[in-house]
C-alpha cells in the first residue's frame, strides 16, 4: 500500500519535472549564447498562457492557437532581450540581472490588472480521467506534457545540429569573438536565443496551464524550481536539465506528503544552494578554466 | 583638502541637527513615523550597498535578513523577555550568522549564480517563516512589545531618537571602513577577482566580511523594524520588498552612504506619493520631463545610444500617460516601480547621489582628491643586497590539459637578482609556464621552490604571499579604482589593522603611510600626475604601466612582468626600459616574458627559449639568438643561415596580445 502510494507521488512529481526542465532548457538556450538569463522567465510563461486563454475565449480553436501563443512567447523574448539585455552585453556589465527582474515584475503587474488577481481554468482538448498504467495512475494532461516537452527539446537540439542558423547557434555559444570573426552576427544570434527561449516559455506555459490553472502567480513558484533545475544539472547541459527535473519533481512531492505542502519548495531551493556550494559548474556542467 | 572635508562633514552634521531637531518643532505623529522608517531603511540600505554598490553582486536576500533579524528581535522579548539592547544585539548577530552561513557557499559565485542563491535564500526564509508557526505564529503574525531601553520605557520621539543614533553610529562605522583597505579590496574584487588573488589580497575573505557585515545590518535593521511596527508578518518581507528595496539603493546612488539615506527617503515617501493621484501625476510628469530633456541632449550631443536616450522617455512617459488614465495607482505599484526603475538603471545608472556629487563638486569647485607628498623610493622600495645563488627553481614541471603538453618537462633556475628573460614562438607555453608559478593553475606533476622552499600550487593568493607578484598579458587592473587607489590597495601589510579598530576610524594612520608610498611607486613608473584618474580612462600604455607599480606594491622577492611591451607605441618602450632597469638596479629579480627581442636583449642578463612546452636553449640574449633550434622554432623547418637570427624573426611574427 505504502509503496503503491510512493510510487505514485514519484510518478505525478516526475511529470510536474518536466515542466520545470523546460523551463531550466529556456535559461540555458540564452545562456549558452550570452551568458545571461532571463529572471523574469517565469512571468513570460505566466503572460503566454493569459494570452492563449484569450485567444481560446475568442473562439481560436486550440490547434491554432498553440503557434499563435508560441509565437506571442517568441516577440516577449525578443522584447526583453532587447530592452533589458542588451545594452548590458555591451557594456559587459551585470546589468541584465536587474533589468530582467524589472521587467518582469512589469509583466506580473500589467498581468495582475488586465486579467485579474483570480486564477483560471485552461481548457484542453485533451481528456483528463486517469488512466492506469503499472497500477499508477496518469492523467492524459500530464503525459501530454512530458511528450510536449520531450519533443520541444529534441526538435531544437535538431535545429541547432541540423541547419545553418542553428550552427551559426552553436558557434557562437562556443565562442563568440570568433564566431564574429567569421560574419556570424553575435547580436543576431542572442536574438534567435531569446526568440526560441520566449517560445519555450510560452509552450511551458500551455502544456502547464491545464493542470495548475492560468493565474498570475502561476509561474512564480516553477520559475525558481527551474532555476535549480538549470543550476543543479549545469547550465550547459540539456540531457542534465531532464534527470535533474525528473528529480526534483519527485523529491518535491515525496517532501510536500511527508513533511507538509507548504515545505514543498524548499528541496529545490537547498539544492540549488548546495550545488552551488559543491559543484558551482552543476552536476552534469563542465567546469571552466580560468584565463587570464 | 580642507574645503572639501569642511563641506562633506558639514553636510552631515546639518542634516542630522536638523533629522534630530524635528520632533521638537513638529509634533505630528505621522510625520515621526515617516522619519522612524527613514532611519531604519537607511541602515538596511547601507548594508545592501555593500553587496550590490561595492561587492557589484546583485543581493536579492536584503529582504530575508530583514525579517530574519526582526523575528529574532521579537522572538528575544517575547520568548526570553530581554530588554532593547540585547534583542537589538541579538538581530544583529542573526543577521551576521546567516549572512555568514550564506556567504560560504556565495562565496565562490559570480553574477547569476550568487543572485540566485540569494534569491533561493529569500524563498527559503519566507518558506520558513511561514512554516515554523509554532515559533514564529506563522501567517498569523507575531505581536512584539516594545521594550525598555535600559529601564526606560521609549515612546515615538525616544524611539525614533534611538533608530537615528543607531544610524549615525553605522553611517560612522561604514564611512571608515569603506573609505580604508577594506573598501578599496572590495571594489578591487568586483573589477577583477584573478587580480585581487595575484596581489595577495584574498577574494574570498573580503567577500565574505563585506557579505557578512551587510547581512548583519540588515539584521540590525529588523530588530529596529520589528520594535517600531510591533506585529511581525512573513508576507512582508517578500521578493516586492526585495524590489523596493534594490530600487532606493539604484535610485539613491551606489556606492554611498548618502545615496543610501536619499533612497531610504524615496523608499518611504513612494507609497505615500502613490496614494495620491496629484502627486503621482505631479511627480511623473516631472519626471518625464527630465527624462526627456536628458534624452534630447544626450542625442544632440551624442554622448549616448539611441537607446539609452529613448528608453527612459519612453518608460517615464508610459508612467505619466499610465498616471492619467488609471485611477488605482496603488493597484499598479509593481508595474509604477518597474518603470521607475527601468528608466533609472538605464538613463541614470550612477544614481541621485552619483549625479548630485559631480554636479557639486563643479559647484564649489572642490580638488576632486587632495595629494600628500609622496614617500621617499628608498623607504617604499629599499635598495636589495643582491647576493647570489638561485632564487627560484623549476624542475621537471609538466602540466596538461587533457592531450595537450601545455608544459612538458621544464626545468630552470632564476638567479637572484638577475632579469631573466623567458621568449618562444606564440603558442610555446611561456604564459601558461607563469601562470603556474604563480599559482593559477596547478601543475600535474614537478616542483617550484622559491628560497629552497616549495610554492604552494594552484593559489594565485597564497603563492603572492609568498613573495611572487606578476603582471598581466590580457591587463586585470582594477577600472573602477583611480591609479592611486590601484596600488594602495596592494600594498603589502594590508588590513594589518583589525576589523574593529578600522571601524571605530583607527586606521588613519597607517592609511596615510600607505598613500604616500603607493604615490612613490606611481611616480617611479611616470604616472605621478595620473594619480587620481580612474584607471579605466588611463591609455593602454599608462595602463601596463599601473600594473608595474601595483605589482612592485606587495614588494616581492620576485616580479613577473608578462609581455609589458605588447601594444605600446615606442617611445612608451623606451620608458619601459628605464623602469625595469630602475627596478632592477634596486635588486629585484625578474622574470620578463617579451615578443621585443630588443627589449630581451638590452634588459635580460639570461634567456630561456622554450618551444612545445619544453626548454630548448637557455644563455646569453646574444648566444640564444644564434642557436639553430631556436631559429628553427621561429622560422619553421628551413636551415636558413645562422646569421639573420631572431632579429627579423621577432620582427616577422606579430606579437601575440
Not at chain 2, 429 to 446: E, F, H, Q
Not at chain 2, 600 to 611: A, K, Y
Amino acid at each position: 500500500m505504502n509503496e503503491a502510494v510512493i510510487a505514485q507521488m514519484v510518478a505525478s512529481g516526475a511529470l510536474m519535472g518536466m515542466v520545470y526542465a523546460l523551463v531550466a532548457y529556456g535559461f540555458q538556450l540564452t545562456y549558452a549564447t550570452s551568458k545571461s538569463i532571463n529572471f523574469g522567465q517565469g512571468e513570460l510563461v505566466m503572460v503566454s498562457a493569459f494570452i492563449c486563454l484569450t485567444l481560446t475565449n475568442l473562439g481560436l480553436p486550440y490547434w491554432l492557437m498553440v503557434p499563435a501563443g508560441l509565437l506571442c512567447g517568441a516577440l516577449l523574448g525578443l522584447f526583453v532581450e532587447r530592452a533589458a539585455v542588451r545594452l548590458a552585453l555591451e557594456q559587459q556589465s551585470e546589468g541584465w540581472i536587474l533589468m530582467t527582474i524589472i521587467l518582469g515584475l512589469l509583466f506580473f503587474s500589467a498581468a495582475e490588472n488586465i486579467w485579474g488577481r483570480d486564477d483560471r481554468p485552461f481548457p484542453t482538448p485533451i481528456p483528463a480521467d486517469p488512466i492506469r498504467v503499472f497500477g499508477i495512475s496518469v492523467t492524459p494532461v500530464e503525459l501530454s506534457v512530458a511528450i510536449g516537452v520531450l519533443c520541444i527539446m529534441a526538435l531544437i537540439e535538431l535545429f541547432k545540429r541540423k541547419t545553418l542558423l542553428g550552427r551559426a547557434f552553436e558557434a557562437v555559444a562556443a565562442d563568440r569573438d570568433a564566431a564574429e570573426l567569421m560574419g556570424i552576427s553575435a547580436t543576431g544570434t542572442v536574438m534567435l536565443s531569446y526568440g526560441i527561449s520566449g517560445m519555450v516559455a510560452a509552450l511551458a506555459g500551455i502544456l502547464v496551464a491545464p493542470i495548475t490553472t492560468v493565474g498570475p502567480t502561476m509561474a512564480s513558484a516553477l520559475v525558481l524550481k527551474a532555476f535549480s533545475v538549470a543550476v543543479v544539472a549545469g547550465l550547459d547541459s540539456g540531457f542534465g536539465v531532464v534527470v535533474v527535473g525528473l528529480v526534483l519533481g519527485a523529491l518535491e512531492s515525496l517532501t510536500s506528503y511527508y513533511v507538509g505542502s507548504g515545505w514543498r519548495e524548499a528541496p529545490g531551493l537547498v539544492l540549488l544552494i548546495l550545488a552551488l556550494a559543491v559543484r558551482p559548474a552543476g552536476v552534469f556542467g563542465k567546469a571552466a578554466i580560468r584565463k587570464v | 583638502m580642507l574645503k572639501r572635508l569642511l563641506l562633506i562633514l558639514g553636510a552631515e552634521i546639518l542634516v542630522l541637527a536638523v533629522l534630530a531637531s524635528v520632533p521638537l518643532m513638529v509634533d505630528n505623529s505621522f510625520v515621526l513615523g515617516l522619519l522612524t522608517l527613514l532611519a531604519i531603511y537607511g541602515i538596511l540600505l547601507i548594508g545592501l550597498d555593500v553587496t550590490v554598490g561595492y561587492l557589484g553582486q546583485v543581493n536579492l536576500a536584503q529582504a530575508a535578513f530583514l525579517g530574519l533579524g526582526a523575528y529574532a528581535a521579537g522572538l528575544a522579548v517575547t520568548r526570553f523577555g530581554t530588554g532593547m539592547v540585547p534583542a537589538l544585539a541579538a538581530a544583529a548577530a542573526v543577521g551576521c550568522l546567516f549572512g555568514g552561513v550564506l556567504a560560504f557557499p556565495a562565496l565562490r559565485l559570480e553574477g547569476p549564480q550568487f543572485a540566485l542563491s540569494t534569491l533561493s535564500f529569500m524563498a527559503l526564509t519566507t518558506t520558513a517563516l511561514n512554516e515554523l508557526e509554532s515559533i514564529t505564529g506563522g501567517a498569523q503574525g507575531l505581536q512584539v512589545p516594545r521594550p525598555p531601553l535600559a529601564g526606560l520605557v521609549l515612546e515615538a520621539k525616544g524611539f525614533y531618537w534611538l533608530c537615528l543614533l543607531v544610524l549615525v553610529i553605522v553611517w560612522l562605522a561604514m564611512s571608515n571602513l569603506l573609505s580604508s583597505q577594506w573598501g578599496r579590496a572590495f571594489e578591487a574584487l568586483r573589477d577583477s577577482p584573478i587580480a585581487t588573488d595575484a596581489m595577495g589580497i584574498g577574494t574570498h575573505r573580503h567577500k565574505a566580511v563585506a557579505f557578512t557585515l551587510g547581512s548583519g545590518l540588515g539584521g540590525l535593521a529588523g530588530g529596529l523594524y520589528a520594535f517600531n511596527f510591533q506585529f511581525l508578518q512573513p508576507q512582508v518581507f517578500v521578493y516586492e520588498l526585495m524590489v523596493i528595496l534594490l530600487l532606493g539603493v539604484v535610485l539613491g546612488g551606489r556606492k554611498s552612504l548618502w545615496g543610501a539615506l536619499v533612497g531610504a527617503a524615496i523608499i518611504v515617501l513612494l507609497p505615500n506619493l502613490l496614494s495620491n493621484r496629484v502627486l503621482f501625476q505631479l511627480f511623473s510628469g516631472i519626471g518625464f520631463l527630465l527624462a526627456l530633456v536628458a534624452g534630447i541632449r544626450g542625442i544632440v550631443r551624442k554622448s549616448t545610444g539611441p537607446f539609452r536616450a529613448l528608453a527612459p522617455v519612453i518608460a517615464m512617459g508610459l508612467l505619466t500617460a499610465g498616471g492619467m488614465v488609471i485611477s488605482n495607482t496603488e493597484d499598479w505599484r509593481k508595474a509604477i516601480f518597474a518603470l521607475m526603475l527601468f528608466a533609472v538603471m538605464v538613463g541614470l545608472p550612477e544614481g541621485l547621489m552619483g549625479f548630485a556629487s559631480r554636479f557639486l563638486t563643479r559647484l564649489f569647485r572642490i580638488e576632486s582628491c587632495p595629494l600628500p607628498e609622496p614617500s621617499r623610493l628608498d623607504a617604499v622600495l629599499p635598495v636589495k643586497e643582491t647576493g647570489s645563488g638561485s632564487l627560484l627553481d623549476i624542475r621537471e614541471l609538466r602540466l596538461h590539459f587533457g592531450g595537450v603538453r601545455a608544459v612538458d618537462g621544464v626545468t630552470m633556475t632564476v638567479r637572484r637578482g638577475s632579469v631573466h628573460g623567458l621568449i618562444g614562438p606564440n603558442g610555446s607555453g611561456k604564459s601558461t609556464l607563469v601562470n603556474v608559478v604563480s599559482g593559477l593553475y596547478a601543475p600535474t606533476s614537478g616542483d617550484i621552490e622559491l628560497h629552497g622552499k616549495p610554492l604552494p600550487r594552484g593559489s594565485l593568493f597564497r603563492t603572492a604571499r609568498m613573495g611572487i607578484s606578476r603582471t598581466f598579458q590580457n591587463l586585470q587592473i582594477f577600472s573602477e579604482l583611480t591609479a592611486l587607489d590601484n596600488v594602495m590597495v596592494a600594498m603589502k601589510g594590508i588590513c594589518s589593522t583589525p576589523l574593529p579598530l578600522v571601524l571605530l576610524g583607527l586606521a588613519r594612520g597607517t592609511e596615510r603611510r600607505i598613500q604616500t608610498d603607493a604615490l612613490a611607486l606611481l611616480e617611479m613608473v611616470g604616472l605621478g600626475t595620473e594619480a587620481c584618474t580612474p584607471s579605466r580612462d588611463l591609455p593602454h600604455g599608462s595602463q601596463r604601466f599601473l600594473e608595474i607599480a601595483r605589482a612592485l606594491a606587495r614588494r616581492p622577492d620576485l616580479l613577473i612582468l608578462d609581455e609589458p611591451a605588447a601594444g605600446l607605441a615606442p617611445p612608451d618602450v623606451a620608458r619601459l626600459l628605464e623602469v625595469i632597469r630602475g627596478i632592477h638596479g634596486r635588486g629585484m629579480t625578474i622574470i620578463l616574458i617579451e615578443h621585443h627581442m630588443d627589449v630581451v636583449s638590452r634588459l635580460c642578463d639570461i634567456v630561456t627559449v622554450l618551444d612545445y612546452g619544453k626548454v630548448i636553449a637557455e644563455g646569453k640574449p646574444d648566444d640564444v639568438k644564434r642557436n639553430p633550434a631556436v631559429v628553427k622554432a621561429y622560422l619553421g623547418g628551413a636551415d636558413g643561415p645562422g646569421e639573420p637570427g631572431l632579429v627579423s624573426a621577432c620582427e616577422a611574427a606579430p606579437a601575440s596580445s
